[in-house]
């Protein structure tokens, strides 16, 4: 277990903007990708995004695709979620997690190490 923690959850009307960020101790996102699920309550969880861990590919969710967008951060081992043109359905809580290796991935299984979350809320 890799101790993740995002941040940048919040409110914010339809149509805004949020930058969520998940940040690891140690140089852990050289292992596996990093990927970026959401759960709301009573569903299960669900993938949003991931990036390998060279930061070089890119994984969405089809139906989020041109709104969200994943990328490495400038500070070592941090990865932002950068949420577009958000909408009430987008609520949800927001789960950075790290890969147990580097295959491409979007199976919540696959992920062996998960960050307490952040909270989106997106009113309308």
């Known amino acids: 277990q890799v101790p993740l923690v995002e941040s940048g959850g919040g409110l914010v009307q339809a149509g805004g903007s949020l930058r969520l960020s998940c940040a690891a101790s140690?140089?852990?996102?050289?292992?596996?990708?990093v990927g970026w699920f959401r759960q709301t309550p009573g569903k299960a969880r669900e993938f949003v995004a991931a990036?390998?861990?060279?930061?070089?590919?890119?994984y969405y969710a089809d139906a989020l695709e041109g709104r969200f967008t994943i990328s490495m951060g400038s500070a070592e081992n941090t990865v932002h979620l950068l949420l577009n043109s958000l909408k009430p359905e987008d609520t949800a809580v927001y789960y950075c997690a790290l890969a147990r290796s580097s295959a491409y991935t979007t199976d919540v299984r696959d992920f062996g190490s998960w960050g307490q979350g952040t909270q989106v809320t997106v009113s309308s």
């Open positions: 140690g140089d852990r996102f050289s292992v596996g990708q």
């Open positions: 990036i390998s861990s060279s930061g070089l590919t890119q």
